[in-house]
């Protein structure tokens, strides 16, 4: 009896060691999820963050239904802010919306599980800066830079080489639908800058809602990595 009361205890130890050794490496692997969901929430937060495309808007340079990366706001100020770089903006407020619509919304937003669309920022072209004097013709701006007297292409001052997408209208349409492709002579004020899309007749940019300020640019786009054949890092150069 005392041989299998003995041969009982080693076996409930065993076991004991079993179960303790189970729950420690669950808790170490409860642990590195914890920290490795915590360190991407964080990257994703801080220091870069995915950006799907679904527009027509700004090709032919980012394509439709493509993944680019962006920096947040915070991680530039507002001196590197360059002409021709492709930032986040974030949708106007609807200052129109009662309290009724707010509700609707919010309730919306739960039984959805998704943030109301205009909390999410869109892609646009930053083409001038504070102080510049600006007009468009024939979908081209023209800029006159602050402190400067004479004007130039947005192409000409642009720190990032790109293209547009102003394919000519048919000579029957209507110019007071969509977006115009002229207007006349304007300066920005001190926090505001002019954005535009790259299809410049598939776009919602400053010409419908106006220039925007610093608080409304959410991020910058670094580089497009998918499709993979479109994978292409937009890097600013120095004004000649």
């Given at each position: 009896?005392?041989?299998?009361?003995?041969?009982?205890?080693?076996?409930?130890?065993?076991?004991?060691?079993?179960?303790?050794?189970?729950?420690?490496?669950?808790?170490?692997?409860?642990?590195?999820?914890?920290?490795?969901?915590?360190?991407?929430?964080?990257?994703?937060?801080?220091?870069?963050?995915?950006?799907?495309?679904?527009?027509?808007?700004?090709?032919?340079?980012?394509?439709?239904?493509?993944?680019?990366?962006?920096?947040?706001?915070?991680?530039?100020?507002?001196?590197?802010?360059?002409?021709?770089?492709?930032?986040?903006?974030?949708?106007?407020?609807?200052?129109?919306?009662?309290?009724?619509?707010?509700?609707?919304?919010?309730?919306?937003?739960?039984?959805?599980?998704?943030?109301?669309?205009?909390?999410?920022?869109?892609?646009?072209?930053?083409?001038?800066?504070?102080?510049?004097?600006?007009?468009?013709?024939?979908?081209?701006?023209y800029v006159t830079p602050r402190d400067e007297?004479?004007?130039?292409?947005?192409?000409?001052?642009?720190?990032?080489?790109?293209?547009?997408?102003?394919?000519?209208?048919?000579?029957?349409?209507?110019?007071?639908?969509?977006?115009?492709?002229?207007?006349?002579?304007?300066?920005?004020?001190?926090?505001?800058?002019?954005?535009?899309?790259?299809?410049?007749?598939?776009?919602?940019?400053?010409?419908?809602?106006?220039?925007?300020?610093?608080?409304?640019?959410?991020?910058?786009?670094?580089?497009?990595?998918?499709?993979?054949?479109?994978?292409?890092?937009?890097?600013?150069?120095?004004?000649?």
């Amino acid at each position: 009896m005392e041989k299998k009361s003995y041969v009982n205890k080693n076996i409930y130890e065993i076991s004991f060691s079993m179960r303790r050794e189970r729950a420690r490496k669950i808790r170490n692997i409860l642990l590195f999820l914890f920290l490795f969901i915590f360190l991407l929430n964080a990257i994703l937060a801080f220091l870069i963050k995915p950006v799907a495309q679904s527009s027509l808007s700004m090709e032919p340079n980012i394509v439709r239904n493509s993944f680019s990366l962006a920096t947040p706001r915070a991680l530039f100020s507002e001196n590197k802010i360059r002409r021709g770089e492709i930032v986040l903006i974030s949708r106007p407020e609807k200052k129109s919306a009662t309290l009724l619509q707010n509700a609707a919304d919010m309730f919306l937003c739960l039984v959805t599980f998704r943030k109301k669309s205009n909390e999410n920022p869109f892609l646009s072209r930053i083409v001038a800066l504070p102080g510049d004097t600006i007009y468009m013709k024939n979908f081209v701006l023209y800029v006159t830079p602050r402190d400067e007297r004479f004007s130039y292409t947005e192409f000409e001052l642009s720190q990032i080489p790109y293209s547009i997408d102003i394919r000519v209208p048919p000579p029957n349409w209507d110019t007071m639908i969509g977006v115009h492709g002229d207007f006349e002579k304007m300066t920005l004020g001190a926090d505001e800058y002019f954005v535009l899309a790259d299809n410049r007749l598939s776009s919602m940019d400053s010409r419908m809602f106006g220039a925007v300020k610093k608080g409304r640019i959410k991020g910058k786009v670094v580089l497009t990595y998918f499709p993979f054949k479109k994978f292409r890092l937009f890097r600013s150069k120095a004004r000649k």
